[in-house]
């Protein structure tokens, strides 16, 4: 994880927090314990912002976890912060669904939109296959 990399070398090298109020997790699956851990190296941090995005798309939900309400109820069950609500001009849907033992939805999810590549360079096969028209 690049954000527990971030937290594991702030406090190795001794250096003081940052000054910041926001910080951004894209790339990797944001979990309850990396939320704890900013919240807990960097208290100027009010806010972590959970941006998500299969890798056709850029960052299409964003799912925010503020320092005044954390930690959330719904972590209990399942240690995965939840991807959120969809950005403008997104569209998502799931298929071939099943209701996870936290009771959120989990499947494959169908992303349309102005955010969604053209398809895989060079690789026509794959294209036709998850590229749906």
């Known amino acids: ?4 990399s971030c937290l594991q070398a702030f406090t ?3 250096r003081g927090a940052p000054r910041m109020q926001q910080v951004f997790v ?3 699956q944001l979990v309850a314990s990396l939320v704890q851990g900013v919240f807990d190296a960097w208290p100027s941090v ?7 995005g ?4 850029h960052v299409v939900t964003v799912h925010r976890v503020h320092s005044s309400t954390w930690p959330l109820p719904s972590l209990r069950e399942s240690p995965a912060v939840p991807i959120g609500k969809a950005l403008p001009g997104v569209g998502l849907a799931l298929r071939n669904t099943t ?3 936290s009771g959120g939805q ?3 999810l169908l992303v349309s939109g102005p955010c969604l590549a053209n398809g895989y360079i060079g690789n026509l096969s794959k294209t036709s ?3 749906l028209v």
């Not at 299969?54 to 798309?57: H, K, V």
């Open 46 to 52: 009010k806010e972590v912002v959970n941006a998500y």
């Open 54 to 57: 299969p890798a056709e798309t």
């Open 1 to 4: 994880s690049v954000l527990r």
């Open 12 to 14: 190795a090298m001794g």
């Open 99 to 101: 209701t996870s033992s």
């Open 26 to 28: 894209a790339g990797e």
């Open 106 to 108: 989990e499947g494959e």
């Open 129 to 131: 296959e998850k590229f």
